[in-house]
């Protein structure tokens, strides 16, 4: 059975696609292509349109992982039903999506780091400018839910 997974943050352009990407990466090296479907939306109207801000761009280029063609789009209600997981990055992110969804019926939303050992926010690098920080936290994330 096919998991399909959507990745949540605030514009689309950090986080969200980072852990699409990472999470499409792991996937692809673990030979689970066919078991997977992955997207990343924003839950602000912000961003829509736009590419992947460049220093997560450069983040994932430095591992050899493209985001290319990526560009922002708002979840919307309707993702609540096509998705399995809906996965967002910290509090606030999951309060904007329980709005947009009308809520969580099926326990589908979560934060990505609470499939970690360590609960918490996947620290928003577009204030922290710590790409690096995110990019451990999002492989960790990816890394426990590919585990699941």
């Known amino acids: 059975m096919m998991k399909r997974i959507l990745f949540v943050c605030h514009g689309n352009i950090c986080r969200s696609p980072m852990a699409e990407f990472v999470m499409k990466d792991l996937v692809r090296k673990a ?57 967002g990055m910290d509090d606030w992110n999951i309060r904007n999506m329980l709005r947009i969804s009308g809520g969580d019926p099926e326990g589908k939303i979560h934060k990505l780091l609470d ?22 936290d999002v492989l960790e994330g990816c890394q426990a839910l590919l585990a699941l």
């Open 31 to 87: 030979g689970l292509d066919s078991q997977y479907y992955i997207e990343s939306a924003a839950t602000s109207t912000e961003e829509i349109g736009n590419a992947v801000y460049p220093p997560a761009k450069r983040k994932l280029a430095e591992h050899g992982i493209s985001c290319a063609g990526k560009t922002a789009r708002q979840m919307t209600r309707n993702d609540y039903q096509r998705f399995d997981l809906l996965i």
């Open 115 to 136: 499939f970690t050992s360590r609960k918490g926010d996947v620290a928003d690098p577009w204030y922290t400018g710590d790409f690096q920080a995110t990019w451990c």
